[in-house]
Nanobody
Framework: QVTLVESGGGLVQPGGSLRVSCTASGSVDSVYVTAWYRQAPGKQREFVAS???????TYADFAKGRFTISRANVKNRVDLQMTSLKPEDTAVYSC?????????WGQGTQVTVSS
């Protein structure tokens, strides 16, 4: 079992930046993929970005150039740095941990972009 905890959400003004983090604990395998998803009110959940333990990175089109996913210097933590935020980026951001055994989800963290 892997437990995921997201942190770092909050309120930010349009054009601002915010970093959200996903920390995995428990039976964390040595090979896995961490992905960020988001879900805005009334919309379907959508993929944001992912990073593998081999540092293979993928971004959704809307995230390219504005968001950066990376492995933190803290063990089993993945960060999503978001810049040039727009009101349409407002959503609950959740991370997903996928390994050879299963997929695990965190509870999510709210990101609100508003003036």
């Amino acid at each position: 079992q892997v437990t995921l905890v997201e942190s770092g959400g909050g309120l930010v003004q349009p054009g601002g930046s915010l970093r959200v983090s996903c920390t995995a604990s428990g039976s964390v395998d040595s090979v896995y993929v961490t992905a960020w998803y988001r879900q805005a009110p009334g919309k379907q959940r959508e993929f944001v970005a992912s990073i593998s333990t081999g540092n293979s990175i993928t971004y959704a089109d809307f995230a390219k150039g504005r968001f950066t996913i990376s492995r933190a210097n803290v063990k089993n933590r993945v960060d999503l740095q978001m810049t040039s935020l727009k009101p349409e980026d407002t959503a609950v951001y959740s991370c997903k941990h996928s390994d050879s055994r299963a997929k695990f989800w965190g509870q999510g963290t709210q990101v609100t972009v508003s003036s």
